[in-house]
């Protein structure tokens, strides 16, 4: 395998083997776009060497004859004495990884070729800062030498001087400042810093093949869903200085707004710096059209590159460039991540522009962002105090104690505090932090500062640069404007849409995406109005090209109403075991323990017509749309007294003397139905085929009230659903009595009343022997929970809190099956019996009703095996429709 590709050699498709820099710096590379000269080390080098544990030699060869190939075409050597050729090396990931890997600027630098440095650039000044900055990303990076050590000799250096920011140190302060680094590496790292220009390059791309397994990096892939094994790419680039005086500088700009999605000028630059300097805030940054005012010639160059670039991505680009004494060069590009909103405005607008079309706009925006614009906002109206407005760097409404440090931000947060993380600015360390914290809150750094970028990739509320606050992280308090003191532990809400900042409780109001759905928006702000628009037209395009149906899991007339406002086309579950609650609990209660035929039938009796009521509401709701109702479920104890407060009760009224026959009666039921494992116990269709007359009961109730509706016009579309079957001959027990029920119902009412009988699959057996079970089954509904549950055997009302946190952090799962479908085990089963009823009962309906059904990845999965709908939460709905379009296009 080729281990090693010059810029010129690779494209943007090129990811997997490049990662996300490397490849799009090829990219631009073949643009004709200014990139510094440069090589990329591919993945499988990084792999080969991870697995291995050291370098493959066909790789050491490769990268000399790279550097040969770089040292002639820049016409001076690594590291050369009186003219070095410097570079920087660089990690790059297929997914971007903000912060989370390393790089070193200005490879090559020694003792010696520093001087040539100075002398080639005639600045003394600049060679110096370059070597020490060197020295401290190695000695960090690569060696592991505490950062912080050299942070303090430099705020010393400093002090010392005093001055305030680095750029007024001279020549012969930096100096010292290089020797004292080097001194900090030889303490701290038991050798001294390398002189030899290869030997620091070699050690460096090590480094940064080892970066891939470090802490945080493995944090962030678990937290974005990045599987572990894909390993990082390197890029070796020839370095150019921004660090070169007043007519040099760095910077970062995005082609579009990412939070808002308007076209227009957004970025920061710095003068006189260095790569990081800009995203770490070391001093402040200049907005980005201040450039036109401080060097036209590169603004102009700059904005064209933007242009470019957008109409080749077709997307919101972010970039990173350094002007050395007045020339542009371009040293990173990607498709820009960008808030939720956004991401609905620039796909549309990109439509609008003729870029893209309807299917790829699909591609540009997810179900989960969606989700994240249907969180509820802050009350405009509520009369709170705003104590200060920073930058609205990714949206949200966050409430919750300020805390000042990560550590408490994680520590607070697992015993069940909402937090803040107030800091003045975040760096990598932070991140647990910020994991663990309701939002994020900075005084310092822009847009592309690590709180902006990070929180945004998290979906995560963050306000940034709020310069008005006080942050003192080493008191644990910020001082507002007008001298109130921010404790830790008081309460402060952040509006991560608009900016501001909140002392105490700010309530909350409902999403203007919500409003949209609800069918109550009102022209609110100008932004609303906008996002709405864009919503409104993806979800056209979405059900323009879905295929697979959406159904809600609904119980009650309420949420069948708001589900279809969301666009259910039926409900996929009604779930009966809520309308047994309540005052009807007693009536259940005396069915169960009916002793006598007589009792029975008369619990029986004042149940029907309650059933039923609760019936024609839903069909009048869902009027003209399936409904799936499925028979009583769930384990018998949950309609009987609790066994312990029971037991004490008749031992009390024993010692009393009192009567107590129905308590001990009563117990004495309770006893014998007692199961130690209910969730396998006697439930769905056995209690049916047990209790004699409950699901004919529930079958007249339904048939009836379909009866009635059709009395009064309507157009009922009920589906019965038998829960918990293993074997066909459970269904054909119930179906044959249900279809007498049925018949005798459309004898007495004169009404033809096509309801189907169908079952869910919900056990192992049902789905292996889905060919038989379908010959009974009208249609099936995949029930994933139970199945989740029943195929790995683990309860999903134990497991989730014991072990699993455990197995996502080993690896064994990216993410609970619970959440998401797991297609390998319980996928392939609903694949095979999807199939396999099909091959019985070719019009057989399919959906699915567990969870499953509104999660994104799962949407997908059920598109592909051909289910004709999903069911999920009324909520879930919006997401269901997106995720089924984007599948289908
Ligand atoms: P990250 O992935 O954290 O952004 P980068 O590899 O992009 O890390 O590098 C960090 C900083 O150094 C960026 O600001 C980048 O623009 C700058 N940089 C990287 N390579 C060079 C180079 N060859 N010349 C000048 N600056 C560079
Ligand atoms: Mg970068
Ligand atoms: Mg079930």
């Not at 996929?572 to 009807?584: A, K, V």
């Not at 192992?764 to 509904?781: C, K, V, Y």
């Amino acid at each position: 395998a080729k281990f090693v590709y010059d810029f010129t050699e690779g494209n943007k498709d090129l990811k997997d083997l490049l990662g996300g820099k490397g490849a799009n710096l090829a990219e631009m590379t073949n643009l004709g776009l200014p990139v510094p000269p440069g090589f990329t080390i591919t993945t499988e080098a990084c792999k080969t060497y991870l697995d291995s544990g050291e370098e493959p030699a066909a790789l050491r060869d490769e990268v000399s004859a790279h550097l040969d190939a770089l040292e002639v075409t820049m016409g001076k050597k690594l590291g050369q004495a009186d003219d070095p050729l410097l570079v920087s090396v660089r990690s790059g990931a297929k997914f971007s990884m903000p912060g989370m890997m390393d790089t070193v600027l200005n490879i090559g630098l020694s003792d010696k070729s520093v001087q040539g440095l100075a002398k080639q650039a005639g600045d003394d000044r600049f060679a110096w800062d370059s070597y020490r900055r060197l020295i401290q990303m190695f000695g960090k990076t690569v060696l592991g030498v505490d950062g912080d050590l050299f942070e303090e000799a430099l705020e010393a250096a400093k002090t010392a001087k005093k001055v305030a920011v680095d750029t007024e140190l001279e020549a012969a302060d930096l100096k010292k400042l290089v020797t004292k680094f080097k001194k900090i590496v030889k303490t701290e790292a038991g050798r001294d810093f390398p002189q030899d220009p290869r030997e620091q390059m070699d050690l460096a791309i090590k480094a940064v093949f080892e970066s891939w397994n470090g802490e945080r990096a493995k944090l962030y892939r678990r937290q974005e869903r990045i599987p572990h094994d894909l390993g990082t790419a390197v890029n070796v680039c020839s370095m150019v200085f921004g660090n070169l005086g007043p007519d040099s500088g760095t910077g970062v700009a995005f082609t579009r707004d990412p939070a808002s999605g308007h076209q227009g000028v957004y970025g920061d630059y710095l003068q006189n710096a260095q790569g990081e300097d800009v995203v770490a805030g070391i001093r402040n940054t200049v907005a980005l059209a201040d450039l036109e005012q401080i060097d036209k010639k590169s603004y102009d160059q700059l904005m064209q590159i933007m242009e470019t670039l957008e109409n080749h991505y077709l997307d919101l680009c972010d970039i990173e460039f350094t002007i050395e004494r007045g020339q542009l060069w371009m040293l990173q590009t990607r498709v820009g991540k960008r808030t939720a909103g956004a991401a609905f405005r620039i796909a549309t607008q990109l439509v609008d522009q003729g870029l893209i079309d309807e299917a790829e706009a699909l591609q540009r925006v997810t179900g989960a962002q969606l989700a994240q614009l249907m969180f509820p906002r802050f009350d405009d109206e509520a009369k709170v105090e705003k104590v200060g407005r920073g930058i609205a760097a990714s949206p949200g409404a966050a409430v919750g104690k300020a805390v000042f440090d990560s550590y408490t931000a994680v520590k607070w947060s697992r015993s069940g505090e909402k937090v803040i993380l107030v800091r003045r600015e975040t760096n990598p360390d932070d991140l647990d932090g910020m994991i663990a914290a309701e939002g994020i809150l900075t005084s310092r750094g822009g847009k592309t500062s690590h709180a902006a970028v990070v929180a945004r990739g998290m979906g995560k509320t963050c306000v940034c640069g709020a310069e008005e606050l006080e942050v003192d992280t080493k008191r644990r308090r910020m001082t507002v404007p007008g001298g109130h003191v921010v404790e830790e532990g008081d309460v402060i809400s952040i509006d991560g849409s608009s900016g501001k900042v909140y002392l105490g409780e700010v309530p909350v109001v409902p999403s203007p995406v919500v409003e949209y759905f609800e069918g109550r928006m009102h022209a609110g702000a100008e932004d609303a109005d906008e996002l709405v628009e864009a919503v409104h037209r993806i979800m056209a395009f979405a059900d323009r090209k879905r295929r697979l149906r959406v159904r809600a899991n609904a119980d009650n007339a309420e949420d069948a109403l708001r589900a279809r406002r969301f666009g259910a086309q039926g409900i996929g579950l009604c779930r009966t075991e809520h309308m047994f609650l309540g005052d009807r609990r007693e009536l259940v209660e005396r069915l169960i323990l009916a002793d006598t035929e007589a009792v029975r039938e008369e619990s029986l009796k004042e149940l029907l017509p309650l059933q039923k009521q609760d019936f024609v509401q839903l069909f009048e709701s869902m009027d003209g749309l399936p409904v799936t109702v499925r028979l009583l479920d769930p384990p018998l104890h949950e309609f009987l007294p609790d066994i312990t407060e029971l037991s004490v009760r008749v031992a009390l009224a024993e010692s009393r003397q009192e009567p107590h026959e129905n308590e001990l009666r009563l117990l004495q039921a309770v006893h014998r139905l007692h199961e130690q494992n209910p969730m396998l116990g006697l439930r769905g269709v056995r209690l049916g085929l047990v209790i004699p007359g409950l699901f004919t009961m529930q079958v007249r109730a339904i048939a009836e009230a379909a009866a009635e509706r059709k009395a009064a016009k309507g157009d009922p579309r009920a589906e019965i659903m038998i829960p918990l079957v293993g074997t066909v001959q459970e269904l054909e027990i119930v179906r044959e009595e249900a279809d007498q029920v049925i018949a005798e119902v459309e004898a007495a009412t004169g009404a033809k009343l096509k309801l189907s009988i169908g079952t869910m699959i919900e056990l192992p057996r049902a789905a292996l022997t889905a060919g038989q079970i379908a010959e009974a089954a009208e249609f099936f509904s995949f029930g994933t929970n139970d199945l989740t549950q029943t195929v790995w055997g683990f309860s999903r009302d134990d497991v989730e809190a014991s072990f699993f946190t455990a197995y996502l952090e080993k690896g064994i799962f990216g993410v609970s099956p619970f959440e998401t479908i797991d297609k390998d085990g319980v996928g392939s089963l609903v694949a095979a019996a999807a199939k396999a009823g099909r091959a019985t009962r070719p019009d057989l309906k399919l959906g699915v009703c567990g969870e499953h059904g509104g999660d994104p990845e799962s949407v997908h999965f059920f598109h592909e095996v051909g289910l004709d709908y999903v069911s999920c939460s009324p909520f879930r709905i919006p997401v269901a429709r997106l995720e089924a379009g984007r599948a289908a296009s």
